[in-house]
C-alpha cells in the first residue's frame, strides 16, 4: 500500500509493504525499487513493513542495498521484532535515522515498532 500524506508542511511518501517468506528476496527488492521509482516524487520515504529478510544476517542486509541507495534510506529498527528473534520488521526513512523501539503484541508473534515521524 502507498499513500501520500502531508504532516504539518511536509509530504510523506509512505509505503506498507509485505514480502512473504521464502520469496526471491531480490526480486522483490527489485521490484519495489521499480514501483517505487515509478510514482516517488522526490518526497520523504518511509517504507515499513514485514520484509521477511532478517536484517541480522549479513547477506541480507547486502539484498537491501540498492533500495537503500537509490532513495536514500536508514534503516532505524535496530532490534529483534520477532519473538523467536531477527529484525524482520523495518522502518526505511529517508530523513530521521534514529532507533524506533518496540513492544510486544498479543496479536501476533511480530513486535509493534514506534518511531517518530
Known amino acids: 500500500m502507498v499513500i501520500r500524506i502531508k504532516i504539518l508542511e511536509e509530504v510523506v511518501f509512505l509505503c506498507l509493504i509485505y514480502c512473504p517468506p521464502g520469496q526471491q528476496n531480490n526480486n522483490f527488492v527489485t521490484e519495489l525499487i521499480s514501483l517505487l521509482s515509478d510514482i516517488w516524487y522526490g518526497e520523504r520515504v518511509i517504507i515499513a513493513g514485514d ?67
Open 51 to 117: 520484509f521477511n529478510l532478517d536484517q541480522l544476517l549479513p547477506e541480507n542486509t547486502d539484498v537491501l542495498l540498492p533500495l537503500l541507495t537509490q532513495f536514500k534510506l536508514k534503516q532505524r529498527s535496530q532490534y529483534s521484532t520477532h519473538n523467536l528473534g531477527g529484525i524482520l520488521d523495518l522502518i526505511l526513512d529517508s530523513k530521521l535515522d534514529d532507533h524506533c523501539s518496540w513492544v510486544p503484541s498479543p496479536f501476533s508473534d511480530h513486535f509493534v515498532l514506534v518511531c517518530q515521524i
